[in-house]
């Protein structure tokens, strides 16, 4: 909620800045030359800035999500294995190779039965 204030302020500011500065100014790109009114010229460049740090937070945040969503995975694969590793010490009739994966423990011990 800070951040939306803060940016409404910013916006606010920004907007009385170009207001204030309404003369013509000429804009000259490469070989391109006009005369616009400098208003345009820092809402503009204001409006791109913030699409551009919109694009960048959002690309951050589909990127933060999928590592969420991996580490939830790996997480409840985590889990499952601790539970079977568990099971198995509270039987007492398996030995467990602490070097080795559940599934290779449970590979090993079936073929030596």
């Known amino acids: 909620m800070r951040f939306l204030f803060l940016s409404f302020v910013f ?3 920004v907007a009385i800045f170009a207001v204030q500065n ?10 391109w030359s006009f005369q616009t009114s400098l208003v345009i010229i820092i809402l503009g460049a204001a409006t791109f800035g913030a699409l551009v740090i919109v694009s960048l937070a959002t690309l951050a945040q589909f990127r933060l999500q999928r590592t969420i969503s991996l580490l939830t ?12 590793l568990k099971a198995k010490l509270n039987s007492g ?6 070097n080795k994966p559940a599934a290779e423990n449970q590979a090993t ?5």
Request: avoid cysteine; aromatic fraction near 2%; glycine fraction near 0%.
């Open 93 to 98: 009739t398996e030995q467990i190779d602490p």
């Open 109 to 113: 011990n079936h073929e030596s039965l």
């Open 11 to 13: 916006a606010l500011l």
């Open 73 to 84: 995975q790996r997480l409840s694969d985590l889990e499952t294995e601790n539970n079977e």
């Open 22 to 31: 309404s003369l013509p100014v000429t804009v000259t790109f490469l070989m």
